[in-house]
């Protein structure tokens, strides 16, 4: 994985709150289907953008430093216990019968995507299902997630002794680029019940954002191939892979099963190619990698049908963004199956949606509509993946109606499909 690079620190400067009304600060939270997280940077330095690390209580390591799982832990439907790697170690610390008070939600962007999916209407009426099966008002669940993330952000700031305000800060919402007008405005009612109000809010679509983020990366900033490293023989020679498991987990599995995982899985089909060492499991090359072959099979095949559409058959360049195109087995499948195209993947993949929604934000803080808008002698191609349209938008109000991904005019890039 291309890890994120460090987050720069926040200016010691604080600004002068009495100067004019607008946003002192821009905080984009990202809810997405396996990580979660949220960055910031201040208007007077948008560039500066900042990502709290996200650090597990047992000292285990992840590859997604700046995210932390879409999960969340709530008593009785409404009392938030706790978020991401805190929520998965308190519910793994329950026993069978503490469950049933509780509700576990694990990749809960998951479930509203599935009802999405099979055409229902996002709304603040809409339930999704928690680990044991109980209904709860998807809204209560995404609204205590932001306001998890909001408090998390102000009180990170107050310890660094900011002096923000919640007036001060022009927060964004990423949403899926198929989203429509009813599931955006369950996101906005979402967050409207954490007090934040519509005239400081705003959503962009993620993959919007991600193209916001990378249009004006130097090209060092960019892994566009093996050959630019020097990972790809140590990649090839890699025989193992280590994960290292929670503590946690593995005495729940000693207890409710009476025998440790480890002598379990000797007596399974994969006794050989797993390899336990305390907390850590050491992973077969081949076992490893098969765990990639169905994800990564699908997203080429739906690359396939994307790019045998006329609209965008001609296109030379796939941009690969967020944490799962950070991982080199999937990287290699695309280059493999698209030898036609330039594989693009920025060096903060990882979060590049995030970073491009606070760049969206400080964009938008002067906009009535929330909406960015590109100079009149800015005429990029737009490749709107979700409805297959390509036009050249030369005014405003196409911009604002059909607001998806521009393809780099300046990079020489005639077309660019954002995945």
Known sequence: MLGSRESKKPSDNKPDVKQNNKALCVCALDFGKTYSGYAYSLRLKPDDICCPHWNTSTGCTTLINHKTPTTILLYEGHKLIGFGYEAIEKFLDLNVEERKDFNFF?????????????????????????????????????????????????????ARGASLLEKDIKWV?????????????????????TGIEKPRLATVLESEAAFIFCKDLPAKNFESGFDNIDDKEKYKSLNTRTITISPSFLEKYKEENGIDISKRTLETQYGKSLKWVGDKVKINKDLFQSFFHPANDKIVHYIREILSKP??????????????????????????????????????????????????GHSSISD?????????????????????????????????????SYAAKNRGVKKCSIL
Not at 140 to 153: L, N
Not at 389 to 398: C, F, G, S, W
């Open 106 to 158: 694990q990749g809960f962007q998951m479930n509203l995507y599935d009802k999405f999916q099979s055409g229902e209407n996002l709304s603040v009426t809409t339930k999704i299902s928690d680990f044991n099966g109980k209904q709860v008002p998807a809204v209560d669940v995404f609204s205590t997630a932001i306001k998890y993330m909001k408090d998390h952000f102000l009180n990170e700031n107050e």
């Open 173 to 193: 919402l990423t949403v899926p680029a198929m989203w429509g007008d009813p599931e955006k405005e369950f996101m906005i009612q979402a967050a409207k019940k």
């Open 311 to 360: 609209e965008v058959n001609e296109t030379k360049v796939i941009l690969m963004v967020g944490g799962f195109s950070e991982w080199e087995i999937v990287q290699d499948a695309i280059r493999k199956a698209f030898p036609e195209c330039c594989v693009l993947i920025p060096l903060q993949a990882g979060v590049a949606v995030l970073k491009g929604a606070v760049l969206f």
């Open 368 to 404: 009535d509509d929330n909406t960015p808008v590109l100079e009149e002698s800015d005429n990029r191609p737009v490749v709107a993946l979700d409805n297959t349209k390509v036009n050249n938008a030369t005014d405003n109000t196409r911009r604002r109606e059909d607001r998806r």
